[in-house]
């Protein structure tokens, strides 16, 4: 039997393979813009951001997290919640704790920062965790004893939603999730007593609340109508999380057994999501929509990203993502090996520019991945999958294609967890890049 030949390229990557397993550094640590802790991070796309933070720090960036300026809050107090609708409307919230009048500043800007408003709520039931907008008029005030606030003219006026009477009902509120105006969840509760989902289906007039665990969920994701995951946990019994299949009519509960509260569920493509452990000093991740869950710390990394605790992640696109947490750290993600983005990604049809082979997604990935390419002129073009051994295992692409961006799926065909090569032929360019089955 003739044994195929190994591509030279591939034998080179084979020389580094004891080195880089399991290495891929999707994150990678930026230039601090401050040594203040970060706790809240949002993006609207690859370039135009924010951060917020301890002693009322709000930076913004235009270039994708290269330069950031500071915007003035007119506070000294911790940030900890933030959010964007467009580039102009944004919102935060701040506690007041330290002297009267106690109680929550939300904070607004309609020019994106350049200028904040801040409007104190006080009183023993005006601490709030959350704040979150179906649009620009429409959002939620989430908070302590079971404190649920909503506006419908934009914050102008806000009313107590009806919570039902239940034992968990008034229990802290930490997030909302919708999928759509009548349709969402609420999550929470406190350490040791009770995790808690309350339900709307009539655009958050009234909650209906049920116990899904002992420690509090910080955070729910929709795959569709009716299957929903949220992520929690406590400092003792470590990350947890709940899902549920049928709209919230019945929730499982797993213990991932791992240190660390899961903080937020930020899901970057339909599969893959990463979830900040807080304190932990972890970030964790799956790639099969929660079935599986890894320490992406415990990966082989030589970056010291995990000296910090990562308490809040966005991505702004499938391709690009911030993490941010203590002593002013800032993480970027990107599964790309340089900036030359395919058109196919920034939705843009023109011809490109030269034959490009893209970073599969997700990575690591079961059962099944995407991969893109480009390619600039017609072109015979070749994809093929090798293992470490050099033994093809699939040929994905293997025909004459039009100048344009395209997209090949990869399914592992049930081949054992480990790292595999798929290499890119076209005239005279070779590209070869490393993806991993994790099961």
Request: glycine share 10%; proline share 3%.
């Amino acid at each position: 039997m003739m044994k195929s030949t190994l591509p030279f390229s591939i034998v080179i990557l084979f020389l580094f393979a004891a080195k880089i397993l399991f290495a891929q550094n999707y994150w990678h640590q930026i230039e601090k813009p401050t040594q203040n802790n970060l706790d809240a991070v949002q993006f609207l796309d690859s370039t135009t951001g924010w951060v917020a933070g301890d002693s009322g720090l709000i930076l913004h960036t235009t270039n994708g997290g290269t330069t950031w300026f500071r915007q003035n809050s007119k506070l000294n107090t911790q940030i900890h919640d933030l959010v964007f609708l467009n580039k102009n409307l944004g919102w935060g919230l701040s506690l007041k704790y330290i002297a009267q009048p106690y109680g929550t500043y939300v904070l607004k800007t309609t020019n994106g920062g350049q200028n904040w408003d801040t409007t104190l709520f006080s009183g023993d039931n005006a601490f709030f965790n959350k704040i979150y907008w179906l649009d620009s008029l429409e959002g939620f005030l989430g908070g302590f004893a079971g404190t649920l606030l909503k506006t419908t003219n934009g914050g102008l006026s806000w009313y107590q939603a009806y919570i039902d009477s239940g034992i968990v009902s008034r229990l802290p509120i930490l997030n909302f999730a919708f999928y759509n105006h009548n349709y969402g969840f609420a999550c929470g509760g406190f350490v040791d007593f009770s995790g808690v989902i309350w339900k709307t289906t009539d655009n958050g007039e009234t909650w209906n609340s049920v116990s899904v665990s002992a420690d509090p969920v910080h955070d729910l994701h929709f795959f569709d109508s009716t299957r929903v995951i949220g992520v929690g946990g406590d400092f003792e019994y470590g990350t947890g999380y709940v899902r549920t299949t049928d709209a919230g009519g019945h929730w499982n509960f797993i213990s991932l057994q791992t240190y660390g509260i899961g903080l937020t569920a930020a899901f970057r493509t339909t599969g893959e999501a990463w979830v900040p452990l807080g304190i932990g000093n972890d970030i964790i991740f799956t790639s099969d929509s929660g079935k599986t869950w890894t320490s992406y710390k415990h990966l082989d990394h030589s970056n010291q990203v995990f000296n910090y605790s990562i308490q809040d992640i966005n991505f702004a696109n499938s391709t690009t993502g911030f993490a941010v947490g203590s002593d002013g750290v800032i993480l970027k993600y990107s599964n790309f090996s340089n900036g030359d983005i395919p058109d196919l990604i920034n939705g843009n049809n023109s011809t490109p520019s030269k034959f490009h082979l893209s970073q599969n997604y997700p990575n690591p990935f079961n059962p099944s991945t995407k991969i893109e390419y480009s390619v600039p002129s017609a072109s015979y073009v070749e994809i093929k999958v090798y293992d470490t051994l050099g033994k093809q295992v699939s040929s994905l692409v293997n025909e004459y294609k039009q100048p344009g961006a395209y997209e090949v799926t990869f399914n592992n065909r049930n081949l054992p967890s480990g790292i595999y090569f798929y290499e890119f032929k076209a005239k005279n360019f070779i590209s070869v890049k490393k993806m991993i089955i994790l099961k």
